[in-house]
């Protein structure tokens, strides 16, 4: 297959993916997820590939976010569809993939990337990412799996302010909280990702494959489908459609609360 918004390239046994929207920092249109889906399926099934490392194209983001030009004139049906389908085919595929998978935080990482990000199994950040949960801003919740996976990363309390508050954190902060695992120099990121790579190919690939299933064993909850849902129901709201005009009109939002 070949990939129009993905660049692939495999060294050894490990494959780079990167998400290659540079003009739009990479935000993740439906076209990209279906890549997305296609490069991580195959991508199990290859004999050859130990492992994956995956970042976003150019120095400014990892990616910002679910594409939002796409949110606009759809309902409830088709927002708790749009979440399903990626949280199963994209996110839940990642996170319980049977090969390890480390994201390379080199920018924003926002809603879906921060999303795409927390389903990866180790999360580099370059001392110049920022990452949040701004959905709240445009009238909505996050939808690919970021209020459970949040949650489990950094406990209720501080998932709960950064998702109520639509703050961007640093990368440091993100270190101290546990939703990353390392931060380096920016020009760093990728040879930690590589280092941390190359340890974990060297043990059991089956052991390896295990202690992911069991891990993620332990992130199963009820939360993921309540928030297809919730995030459906937001399609319906007038402040939804307003956060998301006002999103593409570049200006700030005015919420009614309807
Ligand atoms: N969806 C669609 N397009 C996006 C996007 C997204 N999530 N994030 C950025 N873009 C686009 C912008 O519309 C802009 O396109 P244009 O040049 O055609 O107008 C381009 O990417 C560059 O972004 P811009 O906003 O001009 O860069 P900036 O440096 O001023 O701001 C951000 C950077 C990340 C703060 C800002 O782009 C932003 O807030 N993005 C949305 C984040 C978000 O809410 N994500 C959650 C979505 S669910």
Redesign the pocket.
């Known amino acids: 297959m070949s990939y129009q918004n993905l660049l692939i390239e495999d060294k050894g046994r490990i494959r780079y993916i990167t998400i290659n929207r540079e003009?739009?920092?990479n935000?993740l249109n439906k076209d990209t997820l279906t890549e997305l889906h296609a490069v991580f399926a195959s991508t199990f099934e290859d004999q050859a590939i130990g492992g994956v490392i995956i970042t976003g194209a150019g120095s400014?983001?990892f990616v910002?976010?679910?594409?939002?030009?796409e949110?606009q004139g759809k309902g409830v049906n088709e927002g708790s569809q749009m979440a399903r389908e990626a949280q199963h085919s994209v996110f839940d595929l990642i996170a319980n993939g049977a090969k390890p998978i480390i994201a390379v935080i080199n920018g924003?990482a926002?809603?879906?990337?921060l999303e795409l990000a927390m389903a990866c199994h180790i999360r580099i950040a370059a001392n110049t990412a920022k990452m949040g949960?701004?959905?709240v801003?445009?009238g909505?919740i996050?939808g690919y799996g970021g209020t459970q996976r949040l949650t489990q990363l950094v406990g209720r309390g501080k998932a709960l302010e950064l998702i109520m508050t639509a703050d961007m954190i640093g990368a440091e902060e993100a270190l101290q909280l546990g939703l990353v695992n390392h931060v380096t120099e920016a020009d760093n990121a990728m040879v930690k990702a590589e280092e941390l790579m190359h340890k974990i190919l060297k043990r059991a690939p089956l052991a390896v494959a295990a202690a992911i299933k069991a891990v993620s064993a332990a992130a199963v909850s009820e939360g993921f489908k309540a928030e297809i849902d919730l995030f459906g129901n937001c399609f319906s709201s007038a402040d939804f459609k307003e956060g998301v005009a006002a999103?593409?009109e570049?200006r700030s939002p005015e919420f009614k609360g309807l």
């Open positions: 003009s739009k920092l935000a400014k983001a910002a976010g679910a594409d939002i030009s949110f924003y926002l809603g879906g990337g949960l701004p959905e801003t445009l909505l996050p999103f593409l570049k």
